[in-house]
């Protein structure tokens, strides 16, 4: 269960970079997105939709659009740098950003 959870992946845009964004949407899930393209967007079969905690300062979804699964690297669990930031990352998402409709409604 992906959902919530924050994940390190491969950057869509830039193979050699590496990105951890929380996981706000899965696959057919339809989400309202902040600035992509389309206002609403249903996540395709085989990816995610993921988002920084930035808004409008994050390559996310938002910028690049559903990744595809197959660029999901591990789970990330904890921020360790730089050391005044040390924390468990939280699998938690604000209400305004869950799902509008989940494929298992």
Known sequence: VLARLWVWAVSPRNPEQ???KRVIALEGDIIKTIGY?????KVPHGH???EGDHHGHSFDSNFFGPVSLGLLHARAT???WPPRRWQKLQPVLLPERTPLLTEQE
């Open 18 to 20: 590496k990105i951890i």
């Open 37 to 41: 393209k389309k206002q609403y967007v």
């Open 48 to 50: 995610m939709w993921v």
């Open 78 to 80: 904890h921020i360790l």
